[in-house]
């Protein structure tokens, strides 16, 4: 009998604990509507849509800690009740959570892709079932995109665009010689930032020239090796400036430069991203400029984006929500509009 | 101390009840059984559309059960393979990029050759060289990864036959997709092998005491090559499935098929020192763990969350284990006792 119970209390403890949270779950979804007229309750009823968010991290990553609470306060403001998952970047698992989601029959999903290769069925599952679907941080495939309403995110190209107008000012008419690291390969953010950037270079300033690009995983760590690699292949006195991808990776690409003995704040570099990493290191002039990318603003214009969509106000058109790509120098780094979010 | 409560536990096992719950104790999967009455009741009560959408949750259930059946089969004999998550994506990267090239019948095929391989390498480093299954597989972990990022070009791979792939993922009998009627497929053969067939129930001699199942003549060695195979090659079907139903291949799948496996096969009851377990309780593990994340997934709940409730369940499947209970109550005896006789003195 003893042994019974200790079998069952856990279990029952775990139980009582699940019942909880669903039911607290549950209970967040209903809107409040006691005390209010029948005509309010009943207005705020045909404003109420219930959305699935599917997205490839959440609070266990640093961008998802800051998207996804003005996310969920988007989400209240506009009445949506929104039911988050987080698949971390594993396509199987989000595409079980898609089924899911079909089969809850929700208002509207919004789509983040763990994996841009592998969300068709998933697309095509939700237009059988006639569930609008928007997409939000990293956009689809052209092939796929008709199956989406809209895309609401970050202007990955026009951040290229935005680094490599920040080199060519600091640059100015010097003939400049840079190595470039660009993120992971086949990544669609890093492929859409190197395009950004070369054809800028390249038609804003042709006196910079890129003397080697090489990619990284995105991690400062990676970055440093790959950074200290190129500056041995090129040497470093063949090297004036460094464009990085990422604020991760100029910060490990700066720490390459500083291991040669020489001050970063000579040279001329750029990253993207504004992170609580690079933000500190354009203030300190060893990063010359860098692009601010909103986490907040992305999850709270997912939201929206859906919203438009759900109330008609979006056109029968594909929209796009495009990041404004602000540009952050030591002029402007440490303004309380550029705060670093992630 | 322990004469006691097998006395109590005897007296006990009169009448239905009694007897229902000696032979649930007395079973590797019986404990299973109860978490999963206790997991289903909350999930009814709380969240009806798992069963509604039972289809879905069929195929949850199949996603993190195939490959922790294949799992079982090494781990009956006491061996760990580690290696099961990259074989997973490796084996789609294959399939993909050979019947891209040709057509895929013929990617299938070379996707469970290469299996066959890998296992073969990882068998004879465990049986062979004697490495602990642990570390050869956890290399194999490693090696496979980098293998499947440098022949997709550390991209995924588009299945060209996109129609195929997506009508792949479609149910072909009533509400079931060919993803479910393999995975019950495989069930069913395992659970024949293991406890019908002569060499998958030498499997259990094999993790019970080694040193006895040589002496009873059971080609060990041999028995360990077949497990490693059965593993890597379950594990490389489930690569191929996935890659069919997503139209693509992803280098980097598998990160949270091998922690969800092993969690599949332990609720189910399997010892994974090995001598103890069943097919049959892998089943039971893999639907109680996947009804449990579909409910959690419907409401919301944030991943630590449900790592916190997996990780509750996972603990109550090993201390349930009447050893561990034996432990714990000889160890609460001790204090009581100690305590006893110091107020006496």
């Keep these: 009998m003893r042994k019974s119970r200790l079998v069952l209390a856990p279990a029952a403890l775990l139980s009582a604990a699940a019942l909880v949270l669903t039911g607290c779950a549950t209970e967040a979804e209903e809107p409040a509507s006691t005390g209010s007229t029948t005509e309010a309750a009943t207005e705020a009823e045909a404003e109420t849509f219930n959305v699935y968010a599917l997205l490839p991290q959440g609070s266990d990553q640093a961008y998802g800690t800051t998207y996804l609470p003005q996310m969920e306060a988007v989400a209240a403001e506009l009445g949506i009740n929104l039911t988050i998952t987080n698949s971390q970047y594993d396509a199987d698992k989000q595409a079980s959570e898609c089924e899911i989601a079909v089969a809850a029959r929700p208002d509207g999903i919004i789509l983040w892709p763990a994996v841009g290769d592998a969300v068709r069925p998933c697309l095509e599952a939700a237009a059988a079932a006639g569930i609008p679907v928007t997409v939000t941080n990293s956009d689809l495939f052209d092939a796929d995109k008709d199956l989406s309403r809209g895309f609401s995110g970050p202007d990955t190209y026009g951040q290229g665009v935005a680094s490599a107008e920040i080199m060519c000012d600091i640059v100015g008419d010097a003939s400049v010689n840079i190595i470039q690291l660009n993120g992971s390969i086949g990544n669609s953010t890093a492929i859409d930032r190197d395009n950004g950037f070369t054809d800028t270079i390249a038609a804003n300033c042709p006196n910079v020239t890129i003397l080697d690009e090489q990619n990284t995983d995105w991690t400062k760590a990676t970055a440093q090796q790959v950074a200290s690699e190129m500056i041995t292949a090129q040497g470093l006195e063949n090297i004036q400036g460094i464009y990085a991808a990422d604020d991760s990776i100029a910060a490990g690409a700066i720490d390459a430069l500083e291991a040669r003995g020489v001050d970063a704040a000579d040279y001329f570099i750029t990253g993207i991203g504004n992170t609580f990493m690079g933000n500190p290191l354009v203030a300190e002039g060893k990063l010359d400029g860098t692009v601010f990318q909103s986490s907040s603003w992305d999850g709270g214009n997912a939201v929206r984006l859906m919203h438009s969509v759900l109330t008609g106000a979006a056109g029968a058109e594909r929209q796009l929500l495009l990041m404004p790509s602000v540009k952050v120098t030591m002029d402007n780094a440490t303004d309380p509009s550029v705060a670093p979010e992630w | ?345």
């Design chain 2, 1 to 345: 101390m322990s004469n006691q409560s097998v006395i109590k536990m005897g007296s006990e096992a009169k009448g239905p009840l009694g007897k229902l719950r000696v032979t649930l104790a007395r079973r590797t999967e019986g404990r299973a059984v109860g978490l999963f009455i206790i997991i289903a009741t909350v999930v009814t009560l709380t969240q009806p559309l798992v069963f509604t959408a039972y289809q879905v949750t069929l195929g949850r259930i199949a996603l993190i059960g195939l490959v922790a059946l294949g799992l079982t089969a090494v781990i009956l004999m006491g061996e760990l393979d580690l290696s099961v998550a990259s074989t997973l994506a490796v084996s789609g990267v294959i399939m993909t990029v050979v019947a891209n090239e040709t057509n895929i019948l013929i990617g299938v095929l070379a996707a469970l050759a290469a299996s066959v391989v890998i296992s073969l390498i990882n068998a004879f480093f465990v049986a062979i060289v004697g490495i602990n299954s642990f570390i050869a597989t956890l290399g194999m972990l490693f090696a496979l990864r980098g293998f499947a990022l440098v022949i997709s070009d550390e991209q995924p791979v588009k299945l060209l036959n996109v129609e195929f792939g997506i009508a792949f993922g479609q149910p072909i009998l009533g509400p079931l997709t060919p993803r479910i009627l393999i995975f019950f497929a495989v069930f069913i053969l395992l659970q024949v092998f293991v406890t019908r067939v002569r060499v998958g129930r030498e499997f259990l001699a094999v993790g019970g005491n080694r040193q006895a199942a040589y002496d009873a003549g059971i080609p060990v060695k041999r028995r360990i090559f077949t497990g490693f195979i059965i593993s890597g090659g379950v594990a490389a079907l489930a690569g191929v499935i996935n890659s069919l139903e997503r139209t693509a291949a992803d280098p980097t799948a598998g990160s949270t098929v091998l922690l969800a496996s092993f969690a599949a096969a332990i609720i189910g009851g399997n010892y994974l020192k090995g001598g103890k377990g069943s097919i049959v309780g892998t089943l039971i593990g893999a639907a109680s763990l996947g009804m449990l994340q579909v409910a959690l997934t419907i409401s919301g709940v944030q991943v630590p969350v449900q790592e916190i409730f997996i990780g509750g369940i996972l603990l109550i499947a090993v201390i349930t284990d009447p050893s561990s209970l034996r432990a714990v109550w000889g160890s609460i005896n001790t204090v009581i006792q100690g305590l006893k006789n110091s107020r006496a003195k």
